[in-house]
C-alpha cells in the first residue's frame, strides 16, 4: 500500500498503490466512464497485512487498512487472489464482511468489510455446495457520451463482473481449506456463469482472473488459464494477475508470445486483456469501446485497446522517475503503518556478517543457513519428544533464495552486519508459511534436487558467446541444503535432470532406499509434486502450526549471536568444474561484488556495472572452472 519497504525500514518509490492511486485519478480524469477493479492478492504480503492478521489482529467493526485506503479511491469490485486465502477463511469471512457459510467460521458475523463486491466464481463451499462469496456482480451505471449531434447523451448499462483464482489454494493453504472448500476450473466456472450474467441483463462482462498464461494443455486444476478463459464465449474483457508479469508487453522479447497473445493490440485470443504487474507497480487500463444501436450494447474490438501505465519511468535525461504519491493514502494509514514499524523494530539478536541473498544461486548460504538452522532444530525437537516412530531418522532442512532479483536490483534478501530485529527476519523469510516435515529417501533427495537445478540454463563448454546462466525457473524454486552433512554438484552443463551429482550423507553416498525427514515449508510439501511425487501431501508425516519465519526468530533469540561461521558458511553444494570456452554470465544486486568475495566465492568477476536491463542491476561472470 505504501511506498515503504518495513524489511529495509525505508521509502521505495519504486512501488505502492499510494502511487498507482494517482495514476486512477489521472485516467479518470482522461476518461468520462471509469471503472476501478482489483485482480486480488491484496490482504497479504506485508509486515503491515502482518500485524494486522496475526500480531494484532483488527477487531471486526475495524477495516483493514488496504481496505480503507483502497475505499478512499473507490473500487468498484475485486475478485480473491491465492494469497488472500494465507490468513485462514475466519480472517477472510471478517475482512470480506462475513456472510460465508463454511464450517469453522460464524456465517453470521457481521464486520467492516471491503467496501466493494468480492466476486470468486470458482471456489465451493463444501457445507453448501454453493460459491464461497458471490460468483459475479452486476454493476449498474449510467454511461456519460456526445451523440452524433455533439450532445451529451445519458444511457443506462450493466456490467457484469465475475471473478476466478487459482485451484492452487487447495494445495497452498491445504490446512486451512481441506475438507472445507473445493475449487472448479476457471473455464467450467465461466461456462456455467457468464450465460447467467448475461441473462439477467448484463450489457458487458468482464472477467478478473487470479491468474496468467499457460500455453499447456488445459485442466481444471490449471494454475494460469488466461488462453482458455478468453475463449469463453461471453467475455468482453480480463484483467490477469498471479503471475507478476506485464500485459501487453511492449518489451523487444515479451513475457507472453504464444498462440493467440497480440502484444501490440493488447488482446487475448482477441478478447483485451491486461496484467498490471504486482505491487501496484502499474496500472491496467483497458479502453473498451463500446456501441449503442439503439437497442442494445456492442464491443468495438477495432477501437478498443489495453495499455499499462507505470509508476516508474524515464525523464529527458534518462534518469529514473516516479510517479508522486496521492496525498490522501498515507495519512488513512498512518497510525497503523506506525505500529506495524514499531513491531518489526523489535530486537532479536545481531549477526557479525551481511545475509544476503546476492550470491545464493552461486553458492553464498548467507541468508539460506539460518532459516535451515531454525527448520531443522525446530523440526527435530518436535520429532524427538512426539514422534518416536521416526527418531532414528537424520533430519534434514531445505529453504531457497525467496528474493532473487526477479523484481530488481533490490529485491534480494539483504540484512546489514550489526543488530537483527523482526524485520530482519521477516526478509530472511517472506512467506507466511508454516513448517512442515516430510519423509523421503535418497532417491526422492536425488530428484527434489534435480528439480531445483532447473534454476540454471544447460551450459555449452564448447560456447565462445556469452551464456545467461540462470533460467526462468523462480529462485523461490531453488531448494538447497546448507549443512556440511549433505555435499552434492550441480553439473549445469548437462539437461534438466540429470544435473546433480557426487550425493553424500555425512561422506558417504546417499543410498536411494535411505530414509530422511527433511524439514520445509507448506506450500512446497503439500504442491511440490513437481518436484517429486511425495510433495503432494502423501510425505508429511507432521503439519506443524507455527509459520517458518516464527521459527527462525525463536531461533535467533536463543543463538542471539550470528556469525558467518556459525550461521552463513555450510555450503552444501557446488558446480560441477569444467572449463568453458566463452564466458557464463548471470545478473545481480549492482556493484555488489564484494558480497561475493566475503563469501569466499572467488570464482565471481564483475563484468559491467550496469546490465542494460533497467532494473539496476549489474552483470557477472562466473568461472565455472574454479
Given at each position: 500500500?505504501?511506498?515503504?519497504?518495513?524489511?529495509?525500514?525505508?521509502?521505495?518509490?519504486?512501488?505502492?498503490?499510494?502511487?498507482?492511486?494517482?495514476?486512477?485519478?489521472?485516467?479518470?480524469?482522461?476518461?468520462?466512464?471509469?471503472?476501478?477493479?482489483?485482480?486480488?492478492?491484496?490482504?497479504?504480503?506485508?509486515?503491515?497485512?502482518?500485524?494486522?492478521?496475526?500480531?494484532?489482529?483488527?477487531?471486526?467493526?475495524?477495516?483493514?487498512?488496504?481496505?480503507?485506503?483502497?475505499?478512499?479511491?473507490?473500487?468498484?469490485?475485486?475478485?480473491?487472489?491465492?494469497?488472500?486465502?494465507?490468513?485462514?477463511?475466519?480472517?477472510?469471512?471478517?475482512?470480506?464482511?462475513?456472510?460465508?457459510?463454511?464450517?469453522?467460521?460464524?456465517?453470521?458475523?457481521?464486520?467492516?468489510?471491503?467496501?466493494?463486491?468480492?466476486?470468486?466464481?470458482?471456489?465451493?463451499?463444501?457445507?453448501?455446495?454453493?460459491?464461497?462469496?458471490?460468483?459475479?456482480?452486476?454493476?449498474?451505471?449510467?454511461?456519460?457520451?456526445?451523440?452524433?449531434?455533439?450532445?451529451?447523451?445519458?444511457?443506462?448499462?450493466?456490467?457484469?463482473?465475475?471473478?476466478?483464482?487459482?485451484?492452487?489454494?487447495?494445495?497452498?493453504?491445504?490446512?486451512?481449506?481441506?475438507?472445507?472448500?473445493?475449487?472448479?476450473?476457471?473455464?467450467?466456472?465461466?461456462?456455467?456463469?457468464?450465460?447467467?450474467?448475461?441473462?439477467?441483463?448484463?450489457?458487458?462482462?468482464?472477467?478478473?482472473?487470479?491468474?496468467?498464461?499457460?500455453?499447456?494443455a488445459y485442466s481444471a486444476t490449471m494454475e494460469n488459464p488466461g488462453l482458455y478463459l478468453s475463449k469463453v464465449a461471453g467475455i468482453d474483457a480480463m484483467v490477469m494477475g498471479h503471475q507478476h508479469s506485464v500485459f501487453p508487453d511492449t518489451a523487444a522479447t515479451p513475457a507472453y508470445s504464444q498462440a493467440g497473445v497480440d502484444n501490440k493490440a493488447g488482446t487475448i485470443n482477441g478478447v483485451p486483456a491486461v496484467m498490471a504487474s504486482s505491487w501496484g507497480k502499474a496500472l491496467g487500463v483497458i479502453q473498451l469501446?463500446?456501441?449503442?444501436?439503439?437497442?442494445?450494447?456492442?464491443?468495438?474490438?477495432?477501437?478498443?485497446?489495453?495499455?499499462?501505465?507505470?509508476?516508474?519511468?524515464?525523464?529527458?535525461?534518462?534518469?529514473?522517475?516516479?510517479?508522486?504519491?496521492?496525498?490522501?493514502?498515507?495519512?488513512?494509514?498512518?497510525?497503523?503503518?506506525?505500529?506495524?514499524?514499531?513491531?518489526?523494530?523489535?530486537?532479536?539478536?545481531?549477526?557479525?556478517?551481511?545475509?544476503?541473498?546476492?550470491?545464493?544461486?552461486?553458492?553464498?548460504?548467507?541468508?539460506?543457513?539460518?532459516?535451515?538452522?531454525?527448520?531443522?532444530?525446530?523440526?527435530?525437537?518436535?520429532?524427538?519428544?512426539?514422534?518416536?516412530?521416526?527418531?532414528?531418522?537424520?533430519?534434514?532442512?531445505?529453504?531457497?533464495?525467496?528474493?532473487?532479483?526477479?523484481?530488481?536490483?533490490?529485491?534480494?534478501?539483504?540484512?546489514?552486519?550489526?543488530?537483527?530485529?523482526?524485520?530482519?527476519?521477516?526478509?530472511?523469510?517472506?512467506?507466511?508459511?508454516?513448517?512442515?516435515?516430510?519423509?523421503?529417501?535418497?532417491?526422492?533427495?536425488?530428484?527434489?534436487?534435480?528439480?531445483?537445478?532447473?534454476?540454471?540454463?544447460?551450459?555449452?563448454?564448447?560456447?565462445?558467446?556469452?551464456?545467461?546462466?540462470?533460467?526462468?525457473?523462480?529462485?523461490?524454486?531453488?531448494?538447497?541444503?546448507?549443512?556440511?552433512?549433505?555435499?552434492?554438484?550441480?553439473?549445469?552443463?548437462?539437461?534438466?535432470?540429470?544435473?546433480?551429482?557426487?550425493?553424500?550423507?555425512?561422506?558417504?553416498?546417499?543410498?536411494?532406499?535411505?530414509?530422511?525427514?527433511?524439514?520445509?515449508?507448506?506450500?512446497?510439501?503439500?504442491?511440490?509434486?513437481?518436484?517429486?511425487?511425495?510433495?503432494?501431501?502423501?510425505?508429511?508425516?507432521?503439519?506443524?502450526?507455527?509459520?517458518?519465519?516464527?521459527?527462525?526468530?525463536?531461533?535467533?533469540?536463543?543463538?542471539?549471536?550470528?556469525?558467518?561461521?556459525?550461521?552463513?558458511?555450510?555450503?552444501?553444494?557446488?558446480?560441477?568444474?569444467?572449463?568453458?570456452?566463452?564466458?557464463?554470465?548471470?545478473?545481480?544486486?549492482?556493484?555488489?561484488?564484494?558480497?561475493?568475495?566475503?563469501?569466499?566465492?572467488?570464482?565471481?568477476?564483475?563484468?559491467?556495472?550496469?546490465?542494460?536491463?533497467?532494473?539496476?542491476?549489474?552483470?557477472?561472470?562466473?568461472?565455472?572452472?574454479?
Amino acid at each position: 500500500m505504501r511506498s515503504y519497504d518495513y524489511f529495509k525500514l525505508a521509502e521505495d518509490k519504486s512501488y505502492g498503490f499510494e502511487r498507482t492511486a494517482t495514476l486512477v485519478r489521472q485516467a479518470r480524469k482522461e476518461f468520462a466512464n471509469t471503472l476501478l477493479v482489483d485482480n486480488g492478492d491484496t490482504i497479504q504480503g506485508t509486515a503491515l497485512a502482518d500485524y494486522e492478521a496475526v500480531v494484532k489482529a483488527i477487531p471486526c467493526t475495524q477495516q483493514l487498512s488496504m481496505y480503507k485506503a483502497m475505499g478512499a479511491l473507490g473500487f468498484d469490485a475485486g475478485t480473491l487472489g491465492n494469497h488472500e486465502f494465507n490468513y485462514g477463511l475466519p480472517f477472510l469471512n471478517q475482512v470480506l464482511g462475513g456472510g460465508m457459510e463454511v464450517d469453522g467460521v460464524d456465517a453470521a458475523q457481521k464486520c467492516a468489510g471491503a467496501g466493494y463486491p468480492a466476486v470468486l466464481a470458482n471456489v465451493y463451499s463444501s457445507k453448501t455446495k454453493k460459491p464461497l462469496v458471490q460468483p459475479y456482480t452486476i454493476l449498474e451505471r449510467t454511461l456519460v457520451s456526445k451523440g452524433a449531434d455533439g450532445n451529451e447523451i445519458k444511457l443506462p448499462i450493466k456490467v457484469g463482473v465475475i471473478g476466478f483464482t487459482t485451484p492452487g489454494i487447495m494445495n497452498w493453504d491445504k490446512r486451512y481449506l481441506d475438507g472445507k472448500v473445493y475449487t472448479e476450473g476457471a473455464v467450467e466456472a465461466a461456462q456455467k456463469y457468464v450465460p447467467e450474467l448475461r441473462a439477467k441483463g448484463a450489457d458487458v462482462v468482464v472477467a478478473l482472473l487470479h491468474g496468467g498464461l499457460d500455453a499447456g494443455a488445459y485442466s481444471a486444476t490449471m494454475e494460469n488459464p488466461g488462453l482458455y478463459l478468453s475463449k469463453v464465449a461471453g467475455i468482453d474483457a480480463m484483467v490477469m494477475g498471479h503471475q507478476h508479469s506485464v500485459f501487453p508487453d511492449t518489451a523487444a522479447t515479451p513475457a507472453y508470445s504464444q498462440a493467440g497473445v497480440d502484444n501490440k493490440a493488447g488482446t487475448i485470443n482477441g478478447v483485451p486483456a491486461v496484467m498490471a504487474s504486482s505491487w501496484g507497480k502499474a496500472l491496467g487500463v483497458i479502453q473498451l469501446a463500446l456501441k449503442w444501436d439503439g437497442t442494445a450494447w456492442a464491443v468495438d474490438k477495432a477501437a478498443t485497446r489495453s495499455e499499462l501505465r507505470n509508476i516508474q519511468g524515464k525523464n529527458a535525461s534518462g534518469a529514473t522517475v516516479y510517479v508522486d504519491a496521492d496525498p490522501t493514502v498515507a495519512p488513512l494509514v498512518e497510525k497503523q503503518h506506525q505500529a506495524a514499524i514499531a513491531y518489526v523494530k523489535t530486537p532479536i539478536g545481531s549477526t557479525d556478517f551481511r545475509m544476503s541473498t546476492l550470491f545464493a544461486d552461486v553458492g553464498d548460504p548467507g541468508a539460506i543457513q539460518i532459516v535451515n538452522q531454525a527448520q531443522r532444530d525446530y523440526v527435530a525437537a518436535y520429532v524427538a519428544a512426539n514422534l518416536p516412530q521416526y527418531a532414528q531418522l537424520p533430519v534434514l532442512s531445505v529453504s531457497a533464495p525467496f528474493k532473487s532479483g526477479f523484481q530488481g536490483g533490490t529485491d534480494y534478501t539483504d540484512v546489514a552486519t550489526g543488530p537483527l530485529a523482526i524485520y530482519n527476519a521477516a526478509d530472511l523469510y517472506l512467506y507466511p508459511n508454516t513448517v512442515y516435515a516430510v519423509k523421503v529417501n535418497g532417491a526422492d533427495i536425488q530428484g527434489w534436487l534435480e528439480a531445483a537445478a532447473k534454476r540454471f540454463n544447460q551450459i555449452d563448454p564448447a560456447k565462445t558467446a556469452e551464456q545467461p546462466l540462470i533460467s526462468t525457473f523462480p529462485g523461490y524454486n531453488f531448494d538447497m541444503f546448507t549443512t556440511a552433512d549433505v555435499q552434492y554438484e550441480i553439473d549445469v552443463t548437462q539437461p534438466t535432470g540429470r544435473r546433480i551429482r557426487n550425493l553424500t550423507y555425512k561422506g558417504q553416498p546417499i543410498n536411494a532406499a535411505q530414509e530422511f525427514l527433511i524439514a520445509t515449508n507448506n506450500y512446497r510439501a503439500t504442491s511440490g509434486k513437481s518436484f517429486i511425487d511425495k510433495l503432494d501431501g502423501s510425505g508429511t508425516i507432521w503439519a506443524s502450526p507455527d509459520a517458518n519465519r516464527d521459527v527462525v526468530i525463536d531461533y535467533i533469540r536463543r543463538n542471539a549471536n550470528v556469525t558467518r561461521a556459525a550461521n552463513g558458511a555450510a555450503k552444501s553444494w557446488r558446480f560441477t568444474k569444467v572449463a568453458t570456452a566463452g564466458p557464463v554470465v548471470f545478473s545481480s544486486g549492482a556493484n555488489a561484488l564484494p558480497v561475493a568475495q566475503a563469501a569466499g566465492l572467488a570464482n565471481i568477476t564483475l563484468l559491467a556495472a550496469d546490465d542494460g536491463s533497467g532494473k539496476g542491476t549489474s552483470k557477472y561472470r562466473l568461472d565455472l572452472s574454479k
